[in-house]
């Protein structure tokens, strides 16, 4: 059974930094598109940052040269280091891994990503 698991969620100042951290059993890590995405109240889930097989990665513009995502293979881990942090990148964050290979212009979107972690959240003040 697949099982992920975030933590490293909190509350910052604007400017801050937070790492988020994702733990994964029950699958082969290694063979998993993984990736982080956010819900923020009355909003709608948007992908934030991808990784996929070959270690590719891909961002939403809105946090390009802010986030950095990595993954630990030996660890089965993934990571979300956030930088430069917003009052709108408050949300909750949510840890997602896909089986079947995903196309690059759908790596972002929800939808393809089969599981999902319970999510974590980060709050932001100005």
């Known amino acids: 059974q697949v099982q992920l698991a975030e933590s490293g969620g909190g509350s910052v100042q604007s400017g801050g930094s937070l790492r988020l951290s994702c733990a994964a059993s029950?699958?082969?890590?290694?063979?998993?598109?993984m990736g982080w995405f956010r819900q923020a109240p009355g909003k709608e889930r948007e992908g934030v940052a991808v990784v996929d097989v070959d270690g590719i990665t891909r961002y939403a513009d809105s946090v390009k040269g802010r986030f950095t995502i990595s993954r630990d293979n030996a660890k089965n881990s993934l990571y979300l280091q956030m930088n430069s942090l917003k009052p709108e990148d408050t949300a909750m964050y949510y840890c997602?891994?896909?089986?079947?290979?995903?196309?690059?212009?759908?790596?972002?979107?929800?939808?393809?990503?089969?599981?999902w972690g319970q999510g974590t959240q980060v709050t932001v003040s100005s």
């Open positions: 997602a891994a896909a089986l079947t290979r995903i196309a690059w212009w759908a790596l972002l979107l929800p939808t393809p990503y089969n599981y």
């Open positions: 029950g699958y082969s890590y290694s063979s998993y598109y």
